[in-house]
Nanobody
Framework: QVQLLESGGGLVQPGDSLRLACAASGLTFSTYIMAWFRQAPGKEREFVAATWSGNIRRYTDSVKGRFTISRDSAKNTAYLQMNSLTPEDTAVYYC??????????????????WGQGTQVTVSS
C-alpha cells in the first residue's frame, strides 16, 4: 500500500530555514502529483505547494519566493525547502500524493494518500 512519511520538522527562529522530506513507498513515484499542505492551530488545512510531470510547480501566494518544492525520483522523495520562515508558517505540515493530475490540486479532496504530518514551529 501507499505510504508517505514526513521528516525534517522542528523549532526554528524567524528568518531560519528548514527542509522537509516526504519519503513515498508503494507507488510509481514519477507519475504521482506530490503536494504539501499545512494546518495551523485553530485553522483549516491549507494548500502550500505541489509538483507534477517532472518540473511543474505551484505554490500558494504566501510562500512564493520563500518555499521550493522538489522531488527526487531516484529516492522516491519529495522535499519542501522553506526559507525566511516567519511565525505565520507555524503549522503541522502534511505530505499528500495522488495519481490524478487536475486543476483540483489545491483541494485536500484531490489527494488519496496522506502522511502523518511533521510539526514546524517558528518562534523567537
Amino acid at each position: 500500500q501507499v505510504q508517505l512519511l514526513e521528516s525534517g520538522g522542528g523549532l526554528v527562529q524567524p528568518g531560519d530555514s528548514l527542509r522537509l522530506a516526504c519519503a513515498a513507498s508503494g507507488l510509481t513515484f514519477s507519475t504521482y502529483i506530490m503536494a504539501w499542505f499545512r494546518q495551523a492551530p485553530g485553522k483549516e488545512r491549507e494548500f502550500v505547494a505541489a509538483t507534477w510531470s517532472g518540473n511543474i510547480r505551484r505554490y500558494t501566494d504566501s510562500v512564493k519566493g520563500r518555499f521550493t518544492i522538489s522531488r527526487d525520483s531516484a529516492k522516491n522523495t519529495a522535499y519542501l525547502q522553506m526559507n525566511s520562515l516567519t511565525p505565520e508558517d507555524t503549522a503541522v505540515y502534511y505530505c499528500a500524493a495522488d495519481r490524478k493530475i487536475s486543476l483540483d490540486y489545491l483541494l485536500q479532496a484531490h489527494y488519496d494518500y496522506w502522511g502523518q504530518g511533521t510539526q514546524v514551529t517558528v518562534s523567537s
